[in-house]
């Protein structure tokens, strides 16, 4: 079975301090796909970033970065410098290509407030 | 380019009453997906289909439900007779491209089933 674990339910921090929200995932196969998504307070679901099971380079988008790691089953994802527009419910997904080839198993995703 | 359009954006209706939620995917995505997601049980997967054709069902929840994608670009799903417990945010996502694509998400239905 698959699974996707946000243990981090909700996360509050001042603005301009540094967060991270792990992601752990759990699957059999050797091939897949990991995803975030931000949902803000307007409803909508935005992509924010894909990563495969053979590409375990970390990366950086401007203030955000992803450290992935296979080790560990995780796929941590971190806000560098935060603003109060970061805040949203972040959502950590899977997807493996060989069990429910289109189905993305959502973590139940971590509530994230930047105070002024 | 439009994203993944869905109406109505609200829906307000009484237990038993007959709703009709709408999706436009984006255009040329062969894939449509539909959502569900609560404070219970998060985001759910309902039902998808490819080039129109329902492949999985199997979240959907009951007979009360159903879905239908009459062409490429609209898809329906309903809900008959409704219920309170089916108050929830309603997703339409589509995908296009590779397996490993993204799928990319409309704006939600928000029901209230009272």
């Known amino acids: 079975a698959q699974k996707v674990t946000q243990a981090q339910t909700e996360i509050s921090v001042v603005e301009k301090e540094d967060v991270t929200l792990d992601c752990v995932y759990e699957t059999r196969d050797t091939t897949y796909y990991l995803f975030w998504y931000k949902q803000p307070p307007s409803g909508e679901l935005v992509f924010l970033i894909r990563?495969?099971?053979?590409?375990?380079q970390n990366e950086i988008s401007g203030r955000y970065s992803w450290n992935f790691q296979k080790s560990t089953s995780s796929f941590n994802f971190t806000i560098t410098a935060s603003q109060v527009v970061d805040s949203a419910v972040y959502f950590c997904a899977l997807k493996s290509l060989i069990q429910g080839a289109q189905k993305l198993v959502f973590g139940q995703g971590t509530r994230l407030t930047i105070n002024p | 380019d439009a994203g993944v359009i869905q109406s109505p954006r609200h829906e307000v209706t009484e237990m038993g009453q007959e709703v009709t939620l709408r999706c436009k995917p984006i255009?040329?995505?062969?894939?449509l997906f539909w959502y569900r997601q609560t404070m219970m049980r998060g985001l759910e997967l309902l039902i998808y289909?490819?080039?129109?054709?329902?492949?999985?069902d199997s979240g959907m929840p009951e007979d009360r439900f159903s879905a239908k994608m009459p062409n490429a670009s609209f898809s329906t799903l309903k809900i008959q007779p409704s219920e309170p417990r089916d108050s929830a945010v309603y997703f339409c996502?589509?995908?296009?491209?590779?397996?490993?694509?993204?799928?990319?998400f409309g704006p939600g239905t928000r029901l209230t089933v009272l």
């Open positions: 990563r495969n099971s053979f590409d375990e």
């Open positions: 255009s040329g995505h062969d894939y």
């Open positions: 289909f490819n080039n129109n054709v329902p492949i999985d």
């Open positions: 996502a589509s995908r296009g491209g590779q397996a490993y694509n993204e799928q990319f």
